[in-house]
T-cell receptor, first 118, second 114 residues
């Protein structure tokens, strides 16, 4: 059973389109994240949600909007796609003591979604 | 500012040879430390982590890493590399209570020669 799953794995779309990437975790974690990996393979956090509430919003264009219908899901919606949005997007989840748990756990990552904007 | 540096962008080793990947960090307090591996077209898999305690940590696939506070380093080692170890390796830091908010290094690409 996959711990953190993302769909789709590949996404090719034209500039100006709107697209969504879905993420689900079955680990029972309270916190979920979106990371972006650019063409140089550099990884940077975009958003973090804890129990459906946004707690981290790094400097990301407001064309990117995360949505968390419940604590097991964190979707990423991107409006008006641009060429520079082409990247691999990773979803992740973790369980932290800040959530009232006994111990911290490491972050578990999904397989990534390779977005190509043409 | 918090940061992670992996000085080696690309490393090539022969199969069976030993490996050491370097990682240095800049952080206000003792961080949590991680090494993740990314195989081609794959997601990120945790190799090992340091939260506290013994500064020499063992991970999966025969990897180990040593936390050296005085040097702000967390270098990854493996005594004998296998061809399947060819991948991208990322060192990362996080703080207590927020292990998913990771600051990553630039990554080191490992190539293994037969």
């Amino acid at each position: 059973d996959t711990a953190v799953s993302q769909t789709p794995k590949y996404l090719v779309t034209q500039m100006g389109n709107d697209k969504s990437i879905k993420c689900e975790q079955n680990l029972g974690h309270d916190t979920m994240y979106w990371y972006k990996q650019d063409s140089k393979k550099f990884l940077k956090i975009m958003f973090s949600y804890n129990n459906k509430e946004l707690i981290i919003n790094e400097t990301v264009p407001n064309r990117f909007s995360p949505k968390s219908p419940d604590k097991a899901h964190l979707n990423l919606h991107i409006n008006s796609l641009e060429l520079g949005d082409s990247a691999v997007y990773f979803c992740a989840s973790s369980q932290d003591r800040s959530s009232g748990q006994v111990r911290d756990t490491e972050a578990f990552f999904g397989q990534g979604t390779r977005l190509t904007v043409v | 500012a918090q940061s992670v540096t992996q000085p080696d962008i690309h490393i090539t080793v022969s199969e069976g040879a030993s490996l050491e990947l370097r990682c240095n960090y800049s952080y206000g307090a003792t961080p949590y430390l991680f090494w993740y591996v990314q195989s081609p077209g794959q997601g990120l898999q945790l190799l090992l982590k340091y939260f506290s305690g013994d500064t020499l940590v063992q991970g999966i696939k025969g990897f180990e890493a040593e936390f050296k506070r005085s040097q702000s380093s967390f270098n990854l080692r493996k005594p004998s590399v296998h061809w399947s170890d060819a991948a991208e390796y990322f060192c990362a830091v996080a703080r207590w209570g927020n292990t998913g908010k990771l600051i990553f290094g630039q990554g080191t690409t490992l190539q293994v020669k037969p």
